[in-house]
C-alpha cells in the first residue's frame, strides 16, 4: 500500500513553453502533498505543501507564479512550470501523506529545458 | 534558521557496520526521518524517531539525541545494494514539513 505515482518520468521542453506534472496517490487519500526539486548530487528542497481544495504554500524564494500548483482531489496534485528555462532543469519529486508520520514519495520526474 | 548536516561521502566494506551522523539546528522540532534514495530514483523510508534513543528495525538502527540535536543511522551487515544516498530530515514542528540535509553517499565495496 501507499504508492504515489508520476507522469510523466521524464520530458524534455524547449525553452518557454510550459510543463505540468501530476502526483497521484493511488491506494490512499492524501491529505497533504508536497513537491520538492533536487539538483544533481544534491538534497531535497521542498518548494510548497499542498492542500486538497485550497492554495498551496509555497516555500521562501519559490515563485508561485512560476511553480504553479493545483490540488484538484485528495488523489492528485498538478505542479505546472510556466515558461520553463534551462535553470528549471532538475528532478521533481513529490510526496503524500495522509494520517501517520511518514511521507511517501513519487518515483520523481526529471525535467530537461533546451 | 533550519540547518542540518551529514558527512557528504562514505565508503565501507560489504559485510562491515557503518554510522551516518546527523546534526540539526531547527527553529522547533517534531520528529527525524532517515531515507535511502538510490540515484534517480525517489526517497525511501527507513526510520522516524521523536524520542532519545535507539529504535532498531533490522540491519538498520536510528539514534536520537534531542538534547544535543543529533541523530546517527546504523547499518550492519552491509550489502552491495545498501550503496545509496541516506538522508535525514527534520519536521518542522506543528507541520507536516520536512527539512532535508544534505544527503550522505555511502559506496560499499567487495
Known amino acids: 500500500g501507499a504508492v504515489v505515482s508520476q507522469h510523466p518520468s521524464r520530458v524534455i521542453c524547449k525553452s518557454g513553453t510550459s510543463v505540468k506534472i501530476e502526483c497521484r496517490s493511488l491506494d490512499f487519500q492524501a491529505t497533504t502533498m508536497f513537491w520538492y526539486r533536487q539538483f544533481p548530487k544534491k538534497s531535497l528542497m521542498l518548494m510548497a505543501t499542498?492542500?486538497?481544495?485550497?492554495?498551496?504554500?509555497?516555500e521562501q524564494g519559490v515563485e508561485k507564479d512560476k511553480f504553479l500548483i493545483n490540488h484538484a482531489s485528495l488523489t492528485l496534485s498538478t505542479l505546472t512550470v510556466t515558461s520553463a528555462h534551462p535553470e528549471d532543469s532538475s528532478f521533481y519529486i513529490c510526496?503524500?501523506?495522509?494520517?501517520?508520520?511518514?511521507?511517501?514519495f513519487g518515483p520523481g520526474t526529471r525535467l530537461t529545458v533546451l | 534558521g533550519q540547518n542540518i548536516d551529514q558527512p557528504t561521502e562514505m565508503t565501507a566494506t560489504e559485510g562491515a557496520i557503518v554510522q551516518i551522523n546527523c546534526t540539526y539546528q531547527t527553529s522547533g522540532f517534531n520528529g527525524l526521518f532517515w531515507y535511502q534514495q538510490h540515484a534517480g530514483e525517489a526517497p525511501t523510508f527507513l526510520s522516524y524517531n521523536v524520542l532519545d534513543g535507539l529504535e532498531e528495525k533490522g540491519r538498520f538502527s536510528s539514534f536520537l539525541s534531542r538534547s544535543k540535536g543529533y541523530s546517527y543511522l546504523l547499518l550492519k551487515e552491509l550489502q552491495m545494494k545498501d550503496s545509496a544516498s541516506y538522508l535525514c530530515?527534520?519536521?518542522?514542528?506543528?507541520?507536516?514539513?520536512?527539512?532535508f540535509g544534505t544527503g550522505t553517499r555511502l559506496q560499499v565495496f567487495p
Open positions: 510526496s503524500a501523506k495522509y494520517t501517520g508520520n511518514e511521507q511517501f
Open positions: 530530515a527534520v519536521r518542522v514542528y506543528n507541520t507536516d514539513k520536512l527539512i
Open positions: 499542498s492542500n486538497e481544495g485550497s492554495k498551496a504554500t509555497y
